[in-house]
């Protein structure tokens, strides 16, 4: 397939409409604390006073801004049980915890996958959905001051069917562990290419651009793409293998077309400036995106 490719990548310019919008400083605050004080006034059974400030003290801005009090009781059960499971014996501290439930309005199931980050996780949680054939339709990725990761997602089934099915959410648990085990097992490797051979060739190219002025420490990459199967891992996958480090990510589908701004680091946990380096980046990440 030939693509129009242009000698200088495209700038978002800060402002822009497309970008997701966050609450402002004070408002995210405040409802952060209501729903501190509602949980003062009915505490969560298991759960200790301690680990509940743990969560209200060290996630990130963006976690408040649309938050709901029953998402935010599942995400604090969801850590819970990793923190629980990694401090069994003879468990490795690589295991991460999967959490589901249906939503029945819908017809989708939210997935959410709690563990220790590290580098390329996302990209190697999204290859356990599509070799199952799990289309992930909307992502957000949380990191915690504790370095640890929760990250939520809404996906259907591939064929269009609706909502995951029990074995589909088995296996794919059973490969996102084989991924980030030391070393991993040879199924998850495996599924990290498995989509190449069947999702249908590209329709049309994919529209990135770049935006160094609406976050004040990452570069924002905004990706526009027909939706696929495999597409969030072809993205992550190139922006690990760049060597880049995703702080926050906002994937959303509507009509089959892929909307994504993932905001990044570079190694050196600062932003992508270099004209030469993100023309590299959008580069690669058309060549990951294109199947022919």
Not at 11 to 29: I, T
Not at 31 to 49: K, N, Q, V, Y
Not at 121 to 127: E, G, R, T
Request: hydrophobic share 45%; charged share 20%.
């Amino acid at each position: 397939m030939s693509m129009n490719l242009s000698h200088s990548p495209e700038v978002l310019q800060s402002g822009s409409p497309a970008l997701p919008k966050s609450a402002g400083d004070s408002a995210w605050r405040e409802r952060r604390d209501e729903f501190r004080a509602r949980l003062r006034d009915c505490p969560l059974p298991d759960i200790s006073a301690e680990e509940v400030e743990v969560h209200f003290a060290g996630m990130p801005a963006h976690y408040w801004d649309r938050l709901k009090e029953n998402d935010l009781i599942w995400g604090l059960e969801t850590i819970h049980g990793f923190l629980k499971l990694v401090t069994a014996a003879n468990v490795p501290a690589t295991i991460p915890f999967v959490n589901w439930r249906p939503m029945a309005e819908s017809g989708r199931t939210q997935i959410m996958v709690c563990t220790w980050d590290r580098h390329g996780l996302l990209a190697k949680a999204a290859a356990a959905f599509s070799a199952v054939r799990l289309n992930i339709l909307e992502a957000e990725v949380f990191t915690r001051a504790d370095n640890v990761v929760l990250d939520l997602f809404c996906v259907s089934h591939s064929d269009g069917r609706g909502a995951a099915i029990l074995q589909q959410l088995q296996e794919m648990a059973f490969l996102i562990e084989g991924a980030l085990s030391e070393p991993p097992r040879f199924a998850s490797v495996w599924a990290c290419s498995r989509h190449k051979f069947i999702a249908a060739p590209s329709s049309l190219p994919p529209r990135i651009l770049f935006d160094n002025d609406s976050s004040s420490g990452s570069t924002v990459i905004q990706i526009e793409a027909p939706d696929r199967l495999g597409l969030l891992y072809d993205i992550l996958q190139s922006l690990a293998d760049s060597g880049l480090n995703i702080k926050q990510a906002f994937i959303q589908t509507r009509d089959e077309l892929a909307h994504d701004f993932v905001h990044v680091t570079n190694a050196e946990g600062g932003k992508v400036l270099a004209s030469g380096d993100l023309e590299k980046l959008r580069l690669s990440l058309e060549a990951a995106l294109t199947i022919c």
